[in-house]
Protein backbone atom coordinates (compact mmCIF):
# COMPACT_ATOMS: atom_id res chain seq x y z
CA UNK A 1 0.00 0.00 0.00
CA UNK A 2 1.44 3.30 -0.85
CA UNK A 3 0.50 6.93 -0.75
CA UNK A 4 1.84 9.66 -2.73
CA UNK A 5 0.89 13.38 -2.20
CA UNK A 6 2.42 16.17 -4.40
CA UNK A 7 1.61 19.94 -3.65
CA UNK A 8 0.71 22.35 -3.51
CA UNK A 9 -2.76 22.26 -4.73
CA UNK A 10 -4.23 26.56 -4.57
CA UNK A 11 -7.16 25.38 -3.51
CA UNK A 12 -9.99 29.16 -2.74
CA UNK A 13 -12.47 29.52 -0.09
CA UNK A 14 -15.96 28.15 -0.89
CA UNK A 15 -19.61 28.23 0.82
CA UNK A 16 -19.25 24.26 0.94
CA UNK A 17 -22.43 21.62 2.42
CA UNK A 18 -21.12 18.40 4.38
CA UNK A 19 -22.44 15.47 2.65
CA UNK A 20 -21.35 13.17 4.80
CA UNK A 21 -19.41 12.15 8.25
CA UNK A 22 -15.97 11.33 6.26
CA UNK A 23 -16.38 14.11 3.64
CA UNK A 24 -17.19 16.89 5.95
CA UNK A 25 -13.71 15.81 7.54
CA UNK A 26 -12.08 16.28 4.12
CA UNK A 27 -13.63 19.78 3.44
CA UNK A 28 -12.67 21.05 6.78
CA UNK A 29 -9.05 19.62 6.06
CA UNK A 30 -8.99 21.58 2.59
CA UNK A 31 -10.34 24.63 4.07
CA UNK A 32 -7.80 24.84 6.38
CA UNK A 33 -5.16 24.75 3.27
CA UNK A 34 -7.43 27.00 1.13
CA UNK A 35 -6.76 30.59 -0.07
CA UNK A 36 -9.55 32.55 2.03
CA UNK A 37 -12.34 31.81 4.44
CA UNK A 38 -14.84 29.38 3.74
CA UNK A 39 -18.16 28.38 5.24
CA UNK A 40 -19.48 24.78 5.94
CA UNK A 41 -23.09 23.72 6.01
CA UNK A 42 -24.78 21.27 7.86
CA UNK A 43 -21.46 20.69 10.09
CA UNK A 44 -23.65 18.87 12.56
CA UNK A 45 -22.87 15.70 11.15
CA UNK A 46 -18.95 16.44 11.95
CA UNK A 47 -19.40 18.13 15.60
CA UNK A 48 -21.48 14.77 16.32
CA UNK A 49 -19.01 12.21 14.41
CA UNK A 50 -15.40 14.12 15.49
CA UNK A 51 -15.40 15.25 19.82
CA UNK A 52 -14.09 18.26 20.25
CA UNK A 53 -13.23 18.77 16.44
CA UNK A 54 -13.27 22.77 16.55
CA UNK A 55 -10.88 22.73 20.04
CA UNK A 56 -8.58 20.35 18.89
CA UNK A 57 -8.11 21.61 15.43
CA UNK A 58 -7.71 25.30 17.35
CA UNK A 59 -5.25 23.98 19.62
CA UNK A 60 -3.03 23.31 17.33
CA UNK A 61 -3.00 26.93 15.08
CA UNK A 62 -6.27 26.31 13.18
CA UNK A 63 -8.98 29.10 12.66
CA UNK A 64 -12.24 27.97 13.16
CA UNK A 65 -15.63 29.52 14.11
CA UNK A 66 -19.11 28.03 14.44
CA UNK A 67 -21.35 30.76 13.80
CA UNK A 68 -25.11 29.85 15.25
Request: no cysteine; hydrophobic share 45%; glycine share 8%.
Amino acid sequence: NLLTIQGPTNLKAQNLYVPDLRGGAALVLASLIADGVSYLDNISLILRGYEDIVEKLTNVGAKIEIIE
